[in-house]
């Protein structure tokens, strides 16, 4: 089976060489390069071809979101996750827009690094739990802003899905969600995405990988 070929665009010395060191760690990784910026990172981008960049959304040499827009635009099967201290809700559906599969928290820990990567090499959009209430609601309310009052008629969310929405800003995970509302956590997931995706967000996002289950 081929190694996850795996590039790292970090500002920060320490932290970059840290990630490296841990994907480095994986058998199915391989971190084809890693690097601060700058004006070469696409070009070396498009000499590796690395099938997942992780991108500093600090970048201080050049704009991040153009960055994912350009080698997303140039490495159409490569996925890029960005990765920051808090980004802002703005920063999010800027990223998630412009095609971005995910994003990873600063001071995420190992294995939710690794669990946000393989999600979105098996297809899908992982971003951290706790960003995901804020998000639905800043969406909902972005979308709402562009059409006027209301929603369009087709962008307008099911009972089952604005309850669902409400449980999300509660904090609540897949799980507790499912067992409030007596449905599956496939069926939850599902909703999400189908919610998402009505808030004019092109990809369905991927929450199973990127949530916990709730603590006993």
């Known amino acids: 089976m081929r190694a996850i070929r795996f590039m790292i665009i970090e500002a920060n010395r320490i932290l970059r060489d840290g990630i490296a060191a841990v994907i480095s760690e994986q058998p199915d990784f391989r971190v084809v390069k890693a690097l601060s910026g700058g004006r070469d990172m696409v070009r070396v981008a498009r000499q590796c071809k690395p099938d997942v960049i992780l991108l500093d959304m600090g970048l201080r040499s050049t704009n991040a979101l153009r960055a994912v827009t350009t080698l997303i635009g140039l490495l159409p099967h490569s996925r890029v996750i960005g990765m920051g201290l808090m980004p802002s809700q703005e920063d999010i559906v800027g990223f998630v827009q412009a095609g971005a599969s995910g994003f990873i928290l600063k001071n995420a820990t190992v294995d939710d690094v690794l669990r946000t990567i393989r999600a ?66 496939s069926a939850v997931r599902s909703h999400i995405s189908n919610i998402l995706e009505k808030l004019a967000l092109r990809s369905h996002l991927h929450f199973g990988e990127a949530r916990r289950s709730p603590k006993r």
């Not at 087709?154 to 800003?169: D, K, P």
């Open 120 to 185: 979105v090499v098996g297809g899908g959009v992982a971003h951290p739990p706790s960003l995901t209430g804020s998000l639905l609601h800043f969406v909902a309310d972005r979308a709402s802003r562009k059409t006027g009052a209301a929603l369009p008629p087709g962008s307008r969310m099911t009972r089952r899905e604005r309850e669902i929405t409400m449980h999300v800003a509660n904090g609540e995970n897949d799980i507790e969600i499912a067992r409030h509302l007596r449905i599956t956590s």
